[in-house]
């Protein structure tokens, strides 16, 4: 059987078979105008991370826009940009395990790659492989700077790193790692800035620290959607790795905006048809959690306030319908995933739309790349 495509190029909208992954062309180029304009002229430099779309056809673009490369979150990730032609990753990760390391030597070997470190074991095994392979590697320390999962204490422990990894060529010491997760989606903005205002101290006495002993700590990189307008004007981080712009997700909708907060508009959709109204206040589509993730709560509908994604099971999605909501068998709907990059996660193609058409397909090249 030939391979069933959810759309064609020059299709209709109304003709994609659901469920389907819709990149709305127009508000993604927007959202990506609207950050390479929030950076631009701020001494900060832009690595988006790919994990949120895995796709080299959007790193691309970012990259044409003034981003410096991009981050990855895993080695297998980072191998699908290589291939790509992306020439400069950071992986946000800590590598741990003779196999991966193997593979990260490989692509240290055809692109300027970094990784992260939060342990001196960790610094042993890679400057141990790097001598080996005779290959440069940039090497990051990663700190707690408030989200608490991986990362050094700030201070000390950094210091410590920062000693080692300086004397174990031909690893190079790049600089800190100071992402503060858990900050990105604190519904109000002032408790976004101050969780910032925090991490950037901290960042500040770490690098301070370091810089103590004599050893330049060139780059403090981090930040992510919700927060990354108060690294950049922190004084401190002078590398950010916001994901989830080029998408927004429900989960970043609920944020309330502030002041200088850029409005990011809604660019993904999962397009879902009603393939069952068995009540009067139900109706059910053919999304669930395999077509939208729900880690981060239920989707919405797009522009239909009267309808209301109540529950997911694998493949059907719940709505509640409103009295007098109109909503016919065979309709199609557009829903905002609750969390983009899982969502992503789950699709072989992005179907890109404008004007009511198809406009191009383009593969989520690394899904499913979790090595
Ligand atoms: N940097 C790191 C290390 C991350 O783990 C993430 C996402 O979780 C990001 C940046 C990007 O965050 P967001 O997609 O929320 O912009
Ligand atoms: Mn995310």
Same mark, same amino acid.
Request: charged share 20%.
């Given at each position: 059987?030939?391979?069933?495509?959810?759309?064609?190029?020059?299709?209709?909208?109304?003709?994609?078979?659901?469920?389907?992954?819709?990149?709305?062309?127009?508000?993604?180029?927007?959202?990506?105008?609207?950050?390479?304009?929030?950076?631009?002229?701020?001494?900060?430099?832009?690595?988006?991370?790919?994990?949120?779309?895995?796709?080299?056809?959007?790193?691309?673009?970012?990259?044409?826009?003034? =981003?410096? #490369? @991009?981050?990855?979150?895993? *080695?297998?990730? $980072?191998?699908?940009?290589?291939?790509?032609?992306? /020439? !400069?990753?950071?992986?946000?990760?800590?590598?741990?395990?003779?196999?991966?390391?193997?593979?990260?030597?490989?692509?240290?070997?055809?692109?300027?790659?970094?990784?992260?470190?939060?342990?001196?074991?960790?610094?042993?095994?890679?400057?141990?492989?790097?001598?080996?392979?005779?290959?440069?590697?940039?090497?990051?320390?990663?700190?707690?700077?408030?989200?608490?999962?991986?990362?050094?204490?700030?201070?000390?422990?950094?210091?410590?790193?920062?000693?080692?990894?300086?004397?174990?060529?031909?690893?190079?010491?790049?600089?800190?790692?100071?992402?503060?997760?858990?900050?990105?989606?604190?519904?109000?903005?002032?408790?976004?800035?101050?969780?910032?205002?925090?991490?950037?101290?901290?960042?500040?006495?770490?690098?301070?620290?370091?810089? =103590?002993? #004599? @050893?330049?700590?060139?780059? *403090?990189?981090? $930040?992510?959607?919700?927060?990354?307008?108060?690294? /950049? !004007?922190?004084?401190?981080?002078?590398?950010?790795?916001?994901?989830?712009?080029?998408?927004?997700?429900?989960?970043?909708?609920?944020?309330?905006?502030?002041?200088?907060?850029?409005?990011?508009?809604?660019?993904?959709?999962?397009?879902?048809?009603?393939?069952?109204?068995?009540?009067?206040?139900?109706?059910?589509?053919?999304?669930?959690?395999?077509?939208?993730?729900?880690?981060?709560?239920?989707?919405?509908?797009?522009?239909?306030?009267?309808?209301?994604?109540?529950?997911?099971?694998?493949?059907?999605?719940?709505?509640?319908?409103?009295?007098?909501?109109?909503?016919?068998?065979?309709?199609?709907?557009?829903?905002?995933?609750?969390?983009?990059?899982?969502?992503?996660?789950?699709?072989?193609?992005?179907?890109?739309?404008?004007?009511?058409?198809?406009?191009?397909?383009?593969?989520?090249?690394?899904?499913?790349?979790?090595?």
């Amino acid at each position: 059987m030939a391979p069933w495509n959810a759309a064609t190029p020059g299709d209709a909208i109304a003709d994609i078979d659901t469920p389907a992954l819709i990149l709305d062309l127009d508000a993604f180029e927007r959202n990506l105008e609207r950050m390479a304009q929030a950076v631009k002229g701020r001494n900060v430099r832009l690595r988006p991370h790919a994990k949120s779309h895995k796709c080299p056809e959007i790193a691309l673009r970012q990259i044409a826009l003034g =981003a410096v #490369g @991009i981050c990855c979150q895993k *080695v297998s990730e $980072a191998a699908v940009f290589v291939d790509a032609g992306v /020439r !400069d990753i950071l992986i946000t990760n800590e590598i741990v395990g003779a196999a991966k390391i193997r593979h990260l030597m490989e692509l240290a070997a055809k692109a300027a790659i970094g990784v992260l470190v939060d342990h001196p074991s960790q610094v042993h095994e890679l400057a141990r492989a790097a001598l080996q392979a005779d290959t440069p590697l940039d090497v990051y320390i990663e700190v707690d700077v408030g989200a608490h999962r991986c990362g050094v204490r700030p201070g000390e422990d950094a210091v410590h790193l920062a000693d080692l990894i300086s004397a174990s060529p031909p690893l190079r010491f790049a600089g800190l790692h100071c992402y503060h997760g858990s900050a990105q989606h604190l519904r109000q903005p002032q408790d976004r800035a101050a969780a910032i205002a925090g991490a950037a101290a901290l960042s500040l006495m770490t690098k301070q620290d370091i810089e =103590a002993r #004599g @050893i330049a700590v060139d780059i *403090v990189t981090g $930040a992510g959607t919700g927060s990354f307008i108060h690294e /950049r !004007d922190s004084g401190v981080y002078n590398e950010l790795q916001p994901g989830s712009y080029v998408f927004m997700d429900r989960d970043y909708g609920d944020n309330q905006r502030g002041e200088g907060d850029v409005a990011f508009e809604h660019a993904l959709f999962v397009l879902t048809t009603v393939m069952s109204g068995p009540a009067a206040e139900r109706a059910v589509v053919d999304a669930g959690l395999k077509a939208s993730s729900v880690d981060s709560g239920m989707p919405t509908v797009w522009q239909r306030p009267d309808l209301h994604y109540l529950k997911a099971s694998d493949k059907h999605g719940v709505l509640k319908t409103d009295a007098g909501a109109a909503l016919a068998l065979g309709e199609k709907l557009m829903l905002v995933p609750g969390h983009c990059d899982p969502t992503v996660n789950l699709y072989d193609t992005l179907i890109c739309v404008r004007d009511g058409k198809v406009e191009a397909l383009w593969p989520v090249a690394a899904r499913g790349a979790v090595l």
